[in-house]
């Protein structure tokens, strides 16, 4: 939390240095939509956790999933950009529980919405193509806990076998650091197109815990706590419509 208030510092000071020369700038605003693939790479934090408790081992392990929204930019100058949108995320994860040859396993989803705030910088490699450098803060708007379970009972209806997983919110509004670095092709004509790896770190959306009984094994473990919903990192493909530009109204001087 702290890392990213002063992120949002740093972003501020600049914005506010940069009002003074930009004044004076022509300034475009452009809208597009975007998809964003989430891949889970350990390189980026983003990898399985196990838990092993009285010989029984918890496995959690994040899948693949989708970012879809809108991207609104203002460009300030023909380098300096703040983007902003609203996006919805989801994101799907496997749990896991081992007790000697038996096994089973819970697949859940993960949904949620996000504003994100990002200050970019453009790198003009040629005429239209630019390498954009960004970095910012992504508001997760957090809908809700999630629940799910397996379950097994027997011909009088008692409980057998259960497997569940509950994951709290650590918040409804939990904000998160955001950087990105990608190509843009733009065409004053065709509209802009972007491609380039994003990530969502030092955050954790919601905390887990599992809980397993199994009568055949005589095990019963609750409450094992293990991280599952927090960073992840994707590939975002743009395509931003043509750029317009911003008509800035001056008053008359006496």
């Known amino acids: 939390m702290k890392f990213i208030l002063r992120n949002l510092i740093i972003l501020t000071i600049l914005l506010f240095g940069l009002n003074s020369y930009l004044s004076a700038q022509k300034k475009w605003a452009t809208f597009g939509i975007h998809v964003e ?46 983007e902003t949108g609203i996006n919805y995320v989801s994101r799907n994860f496997l749990l896991s529980v081992e007790d000697g040859s038996f096994t089973d396993e819970i697949n859940f989803k993960a949904d949620n919405f996000e504003i994100p705030l990002t200050l970019t910088y453009y790198v003009k490699l040629s005429e ?11 508001i997760q708007l957090i809908p809700s806990n999630l629940y799910s379970r397996n379950d097994k009972k027997n011909n009088t209806g ?10 709290q919110r650590k918040g409804t509004i939990v904000p998160i650091f955001k950087g990105a670095v990608g190509l843009e092709y733009r065409s004053k004509e065709s509209g802009y197109f972007y491609v380039g790896p994003v990530y969502h770190l030092f955050a954790e959306l919601y905390q887990t815990k599992l809980n397993y009984y199994n009568i055949s094994t005589s095990k019963q473990i609750d409450n094992v706590v293990t991280k599952t919903i927090g960073d992840y990192f994707g590939i975002e493909i743009r395509y931003v419509f043509k750029p317009t530009e911003l008509i800035v109204n001056k008053k008359n001087k006496d």
């Open 128 to 138: 239209k193509l630019f390498l954009g450098h960004s970095i910012g803060t992504s």
């Open 158 to 167: 008692t409980t057998t076998y259960s497997f569940n997983q509950f994951s």
């Open 37 to 82: 693939p989430i891949v889970p790479l350990e390189m980026f934090r983003i990898r399985s956790s196990e838990v092993i408790r009285e010989s029984v081992k918890f496995t959690s392990k994040p899948l693949s999933g989708f970012t879809l929204g809108t991207h609104l930019s203002v460009e300030l100058t023909p380098r300096f950009s703040i």
